[in-house]
């Protein structure tokens, strides 16, 4: 039984996904994107900056393309995915794999929800912070003593051991201070502001407004919903993909259920590797392959 795990935002760099660009899938996604949100993605992949390639809109939309990409190329080979799942943004990317929504509607979607967030990070200023050694019940925990009237909320439950707080600035400096008292590390993400917390609330009301005129289709497998680790369904996605920009990543509890179900075999279709890291501290005896260069992708291609 194979999941798919579709990337979230953070690992892009420049040059990112051009080893792939003689793959007419990865074109075609590239060229989509690119028509769709008015950047040359594939001239950005190629030539940004750092700095370029971390924008709001381009570094989401860079790490779709790569995910979408390279899923087109397996699905076109004859490989299918049991169960997807995705990081945050890497959500919408799973929209498109497993036909809940056409590539062109994902990527205004994408482009609403990374300006949405990118305005509410600019009107409501907040930070977030991983907490090394951390259970969610710990950070929980550390959010109550520490929000003291601020917003403080477990943003990503990424795997035993990490797991990451969203919040005001000032509650997000507390809470280090009192982690690092506590003889524990904490380490502050370089992210542009408190995602995944109610400070995305204006991100999310865009977010639901804009869904509201798509047309979305049932998924084709079992897609898990980053904010309660169950099954998504077209009659719920306005909600649902409006929720996960406000609420908690629930990326362990997602990859525990699939596991529970006998599904053992992890495929990130992505770029970075950083979800397979996570699968393996949640369970070692699981599979896992990350696809993101075309050396990885040949290898697996080769080898299957």
């Known amino acids: ?21 003689d793959l007419p899938q990865v074109a075609d996604t590239f060229a989509v994107l690119s028509d769709e949100l008015g950047i040359d993605l594939a001239l950005l992949a190629k ?20 995910s ?17 799942v ?46 090394m050694g951390a259970t969610v019940e710990d950070a929980q925990a550390l959010c109550e003593a520490q929000a003291q009237g601020d917003v403080l909320v477990p943003a990503n439950m990424n795997c035993p051991g990490q797991v990451v707080i969203s919040g005001t600035c000032e509650a997000i400096d507390r809470a280090a201070a009192a982690w690092k008292e506590a003889g524990k590390k904490a380490v502050k993400l370089a992210t542009a502001g408190a995602f ?56 362990q509890q997602s990859i525990e259920a699939l596991i529970a179900q006998g599904q053992t075999d992890f495929v990130e279709v992505g770029f970075g590797g950083v979800l397979t890291n996570l699968v393996k501290r949640i369970d070692r005896s699981a599979t896992r392959t990350a696809i993101g260069t075309r050396e990885a992708l040949d290898a697996y291609l080769e080898e299957k």
Do not use: Y
């Open 196 to 251: 995944h917390s109610p400070l995305m609330d204006a991100a999310a009301q865009e977010v639901e407004k804009f869904c509201a005129g798509l047309t979305f289709a049932e998924p084709r497998v079992t897609l898990l919903c980053n904010t309660d680790a169950r099954p998504f369904t077209a009659d719920a996605a306005s909600a649902r993909l409006s929720a996960q920009v406000r609420s908690g990543v629930m990326f």
């Open 1 to 21: 039984m194979t999941v798919w795990l579709c990337s979230g935002q953070g690992a892009q760099k420049p040059g990112m996904g051009v080893d792939l660009f």
């Open 68 to 84: 979408v990409g390279v899923g087109r190329v397996l699905q076109d080979a004859g490989f299918q995915p049991d169960a997807v």
């Open 86 to 131: 995705g990081f945050s943004l890497g959500q919408i990317s799973a929209l498109v794999l497993v036909e809940v929504l056409p590539l062109a509607d994902a990527a205004r979607l994408l482009k609403v929800r990374a300006t949405a967030m990118d305005d509410a990070c600019a009107a409501n200023p907040g930070a977030m912070l991983a907490l």
């Open 47 to 66: 030539d940004g900056t750092p700095e370029e390639v971390n924008g709001a809109v381009a570094a989401q939309a860079l790490t779709m393309a790569v």
